[in-house]
């Protein structure tokens, strides 16, 4: 099965309000990751939380980890329009063969 | 930063053809470099792992002789879809890790959208 399970599957909101997306996992990881794919594009790298942290900013991304629930959340604050895509957390195991796995994915929809 | 270009961004075949994918990174070594398909509002199934000089390393139900992949330098990675059929259809992504990419590890292509007519 997919490591990497978020919910909402389908999120849409207004202009101006907080997106909240979460992602379950099941395996040890070294890190997860947050990633934002546009309709038909590739995929932009949003920001990585290694397996010691628990929270982690950029801009008006907040994303916090919880490993002993193994889950994660991401948080976009005063969302924009462009904000509009599908966004895929993925987790990176430990070790030398370590690869990522993505989740099943979130479409986020924000209205103007 | 790192960056990865992967050609072409679309194609269109018959079927029956073949069609080769290109991945290379530019600014870095890519010791290992992964293949992923993605289906329409699907997410991304890694298809196979490869290290430079190896052979790939496919994952379950992913059929290595239809899916030839080669990455016989630091820099460069070749998906082939050969005898191609419409079910082949799909998003292909490629993904670089490497030497000088230390920062989250993976650095990912544009896509090809590959339609098998």
């Known amino acids: 099965s997919q490591q990497g399970e978020e919910d909402p599957q389908a999120l849409s909101i207004q202009e101006g309000e907080n997106a909240t997306m979460n992602c379950s996992y099941k395996?040890?990881?070294?890190?997860l990751q947050w990633y934002r794919q546009n309709s038909g594009r590739g995929l932009v790298h949003l920001i990585l939380?290694?397996?010691?942290?628990r929270e982690k900013h950029s801009g008006r991304l907040r994303v916090t980890l919880d490993t002993s629930k193994k889950s994660s959340s991401l948080l976009i604050t005063a969302s924009r329009a462009a904000d509009t895509a599908s966004y895929f957390c993925?987790?990176?195991?430990?070790?030398?063969?370590?690869?990522?796995?993505f989740g099943k994915g979130i479409t986020l929809s924000v209205r103007p | 930063g790192a960056v990865v270009s992967q050609h072409p961004s679309r194609v269109i075949c018959k079927s029956g053809t073949s069609v080769k994918i290109e991945c290379r990174s530019l600014?870095?070594?890519?010791?290992?470099m992964f293949w992923y398909r993605q289906f329409p509002k699907k997410s991304l199934m890694l298809m196979a792992t490869s290290n430079e000089g190896s052979k790939a390393t496919y994952e379950q139900g992913v059929e290595k002789d239809k899916f030839l992949i080669n990455h016989a330098s630091l820099t460069l990675s070749t998906l082939t879809v050969t005898s191609a059929h419409p079910e082949d259809s799909s998003f292909y992504i490629c993904s670089a890790k490497g030497q000088g990419n230390l920062f989250y590890g993976y650095t990912f292509g544009s896509g090809t959208r590959l339609t098998v007519v």
């Open positions: 939380i290694r397996s010691n942290e």
């Open positions: 993925a987790t990176d195991a430990s070790g030398a063969n370590s690869k990522l796995t």
């Open positions: 600014d870095f070594q890519a010791t290992t």
């Open positions: 395996t040890s990881i070294n890190n």
